[in-house]
């Protein structure tokens, strides 16, 4: 019969080098096992110009209070590549108003005045961000989407669209459909009801 000891010893000696193998990692950090949000493009409507009011909100501008649309809320969490989470990121983003217009020359400056269509935050400490908008709609030749850009230390490291899970239009839509299947289930996301509006959680990965 074996010693109780010896058996013992045997397993503290399978435990130490079961921890030396194991992978070692920078402290308070996980292996990185989150693929980077896809970029999209651009397009051709950001602002030329960054009017005074460029806060979380797109359904105030000024004084003046946006009615039309389906109100919603945006969030999401940037992290890196690791899922850490990226305090004081910036984050932008811009879309048509109601009737799919951008407040843009290119577009022939017919959005509302009333609706401020861009934004710009700062992630807070635990990374999030938190936009209120309206429930993106289409336009001649697109899909419903929000542009989204974020910074991060002053450098542009992303640029992409969100667009709604679920929406007919996306089929339809050439820059969605040149998406992979993981790509665009990356940044299709449901617009779910919410007590203050509808809601849609995209959270953003970045390669920093």
Request: charged letters at 25%.
């Amino acid at each position: 019969m074996k010693s109780p000891a010896i058996s013992r010893r045997r397993w503290l000696s399978r435990v130490a080098t079961g921890l030396a193998l194991w992978p070692l990692l920078p402290e308070g950090r996980s292996a990185p096992a989150l693929r980077p949000t896809p970029a999209q493009t651009e397009g051709p409507f950001y602002p030329v110009r960054l009017d005074e009011d460029t806060d979380f909100d797109l359904l105030a501008h000024g004084p003046l209070r946006y009615a039309e649309g389906q109100p919603c809320w945006v969030q999401g969490i940037v992290t890196d590549m690791a899922g850490g989470a990226l305090a004081g990121a910036v984050v932008e983003i811009w879309q048509c108003d109601g009737q799919g217009h951008y407040h843009h020359p290119g577009d022939g400056g017919r959005a509302d005045p009333a609706f401020q269509g861009f934004g710009r935050v700062l992630t807070g400490a635990d990374g999030r961000y938190r936009f209120r908008t309206i429930r993106p709609v289409p336009y001649t030749g697109r899909t419903p989407h929000i542009h989204f850009k974020v910074r991060v230390g002053g450098r542009e490291v992303l640029t992409t669209q969100l667009y709604v899970e679920g929406d007919p239009g996306n089929a339809r839509d050439a820059i969605w459909r040149r998406l992979s299947a993981a790509d665009r289930a990356a940044v299709t996301r449901p617009f779910e009801a919410g007590p203050d509006g509808e809601r849609c959680e995209f959270p953003l990965v970045v390669t920093i």
